[in-house]
């Protein structure tokens, strides 16, 4: 058996794959590395465990609820109580003029970029392949291999500052940000995975004069963004106009389970999502809407995620970065992103012997699972630029006594990296 072009790249392995992999493995007590630092499963937080409870209980208790939520089909675009809810929040927290026309419901935020990117990029009847820009790498893991065809993701490096002995920024490097007439989109994640970047409303404001002035939409990733989860430690004003496609996911808001995102996007936007996902799909699942639907109806959805979501990990964050203040020899160049969102520090580890990747194996042997960071860089024209095998991504998603644990490890090995 022979398997096509597209077939062998959806199926050779990827980034991704390896992180879910290793990240299933190490939650189901398979794998070698019981201290898991290196997945994005959102932490199981007490109080939003009792909300699904709650919410479960008032599912079964209803029996048309329960019907509804098992035994019927959705339309393609999403139960439609949900998306005029959902609306309905967007109008009133941030005075955006959209509708239910204006959303699609996915299985999961992974697959409303599979929609995005192959809707936008790819073979154009000008002959020309259309390229998804990514104007501030390193980005998320999961866009890697997701293109249909080759070429076409292309990232910018960005500009890095000190802002202390141990700590760095990243920012778009404008000067070299010159989309050319092959860019079909351009697209950020907000806050960052990996790096916990939040791209500055002065940047986004740019990025989307950039998108008006070429008619291209600016796709923005909210997996850690407003309104839910809201797991942002800095100011960020959400942005909306009609060039902007946004994708809002339960995920981190506790349901990664439910696998169920929204694509926010002008109506003709929409409409494509909702016309693939019907082709690849039928219908998306009933049950994170069901258990969401409400919460998002009376907003209460943006309370929990401002009042315990955002301060839980708030707490978590401070927590690490105190234990990697004790634990990290203060002698070793190693330089942390500033944390300004997400459930992620970014470890830079400069002029270090030994690569991520190597790093990698070496805390993987000692119980302790991470991520290499070059697998955040792809698209980049330059392929040796050090910079990308120099970093770590480590979630402070787990226990505070286990973040403590590894971190520990991972400052023993670091020390000798050098």
Known sequence: MKFSSLGQNLSGGSGIEHL???????????????????????AHIP??????????????????????????YDPPRGNASVLKALADLLRREFGWAVGPENIAVTPGGQTAFYFLFNLFGGRRSDG?????????????????????????????????????????????????LNPGPDVAAMCVSRPTNPSGNLISDAELQHLSDIAVQRDIPLIIDNAYGWPFPGIV?????????????????????????????????????????????????????????????????????????????????????????????????ADVPYALHESEGALFLWLWLEGAKKDSRELYEIL???????????????????????????????????????????????????AKAF
């Open 20 to 42: 879910m992999d290793d990240l299933g493995k190490a939650l189901s007590g398979v794998g070698a590395a019981p201290l898991m630092l290196g997945g994005g499963n959102p």
């Open 47 to 72: 109080e939003m465990e009792a909300v699904w409870k709650i919410r479960m209980e008032e599912i079964l208790g209803d029996p048309a609820v329960l019907r509804r939520t098992l035994a019927i």
């Open 128 to 176: 020309m392949t259309g390229r998804i820009l990514f104007p501030l790498m390193p980005e998320y893991i999961g866009y890697a291999n997701q293109a249909l065809e080759p070429g076409m993701f292309l990232g910018v490096q960005p500009s890095i500052s000190r802002t202390t002995p141990h700590r760095f920024k990243y920012h778009v490097d404008f000067q070299n």
């Open 233 to 329: 430690f800095g100011e960020a004003k959400p942005i909306w106009n009609e060039q902007t496609v946004h994708v809002m996911s339960l995920s981190k808001f506790g349901l990664p389970g439910t696998r169920t995102a929204f694509v926010v996007a002008p109506p003709k936007v929409a409409s494509a999502i909702s016309s693939m996902m019907a082709v690849t799909g039928l219908a998306n699942g009933n049950f994170g809407q069901a258990i969401a639907g409400p919460l998002i109806e009376s907003g209460e959805i943006v309370r929990l995620s401002r009042e315990i979501i955002r301060p839980f990990y708030l707490r978590k964050r401070d927590a690490a970065l105190e234990a990697i203040a004790e634990c990290f020899p």
């Open 364 to 414: 993987k042997n000692r119980g302790v699972l991470v991520v290499p960071g070059d697998y955040f860089f792809f698209g980049l024209t330059d392929q040796n630029w050090q910079h990308r095998r120099e970093c770590l991504r480590i979630s402070f998603a787990m226990s505070d006594l286990d973040v403590r644990a590894g971190l520990k490890i991972i400052g023993e090995e670091i």
